[in-house]
């Protein structure tokens, strides 16, 4: 079975600081990762994801995740938040063809 | 290409009937998933076809089913509708392989009365 966990339903930053969002999975097999953001009304769109290879896994609108196996971790930064990047973040784990997703993380940022 | 696309976007039902929402993927893609998600529940996996064939299911009533065309489009029917199906359904289209990025739609919003 495999399961995430992201600590945090809220996130609150202002613009220009960092951003982290904490993802923490179990998997009985070498997992793929994945990490998608939601806005208001939209479907989910994929930031970014870590396959295999480089564990640094660099994504859309200057997000990056590290994936660290012994930790099972797999964090989301960014270095300097943007009032656009107010949505819910979601990361996911899959070792078939199906999703499993943690609750989300609402990130908010004031100017 | 086109992205996934869902309809009806928006449904209201009453308790006891039925629902069918259709789903038709990104040309070329061979898996369609679908997810229910909830304020309380989150995201959770319904089903997921391939090339017609049920290849993966979650943890759901019978009441829920799917099926998938020669063409990749999906449907997912939900019967006899209860208060608690009201969510956002969310369909996503891939070309199957774990490892591949699953593209989600816009979903559909199901309010049950």
């Known amino acids: 079975a495999q399961s995430v966990t992201q600590l945090g339903s809220h996130v609150s930053v202002s613009e220009g600081a960092l951003v982290l969002l904490r993802c923490n999975y179990s998997s009985s097999v070498p997992p793929y990762l994945f990490w998608y953001v939601q806005y208001p009304n939209q479907g989910l769109q994929l930031l970014l994801k870590?396959?295999?290879?480089?564990?640094l896994v660099k994504g859309i609108n200057g997000f990056e995740a590290e994936f660290k196996k012994s930790e099972t971790s797999f964090h989301l930064t960014k270095p300097s938040a943007h009032m656009s990047d107010a949505a819910e973040y979601f990361c996911a784990v899959t070792s078939y063809s199906t999703l499993t997703f943690g609750k989300g993380t609402m990130l908010l940022v004031s100017p | 290409k086109a992205g996934v696309t869902q309809t009806p976007r928006y449904l209201i039902k009453t308790r006891g009937q039925q629902v069918t929402l259709s789903c038709s993927p990104i040309?070329?893609?061979?898996?369609v998933s679908w997810y229910q998600q909830t304020p309380g529940q989150g995201l959770q996996f319904l089903f997921e076809?391939?090339?017609?064939?049920?290849?993966n299911k979650g943890n759901f009533p019978g009441r829920f089913s799917g099926r998938q065309f020669s063409n990749s489009r999906s449907e997912m029917n939900v019967s006899t509708l209860e208060l608690g199906d009201s969510a956002l359904y969310l369909c996503?289209?891939?070309?199957?392989?774990?490892?591949?990025?699953?593209?989600f739609g816009p979903g559909t919003r199901l309010l049950v009365l």
């Open positions: 870590y396959t295999t290879g480089a564990t």
């Open positions: 040309s070329g893609h061979r898996s």
């Open positions: 996503a289209s891939s070309l199957g392989s774990a490892e591949e990025t699953q593209y």
């Open positions: 076809y391939f090339s017609e064939t049920q290849r």
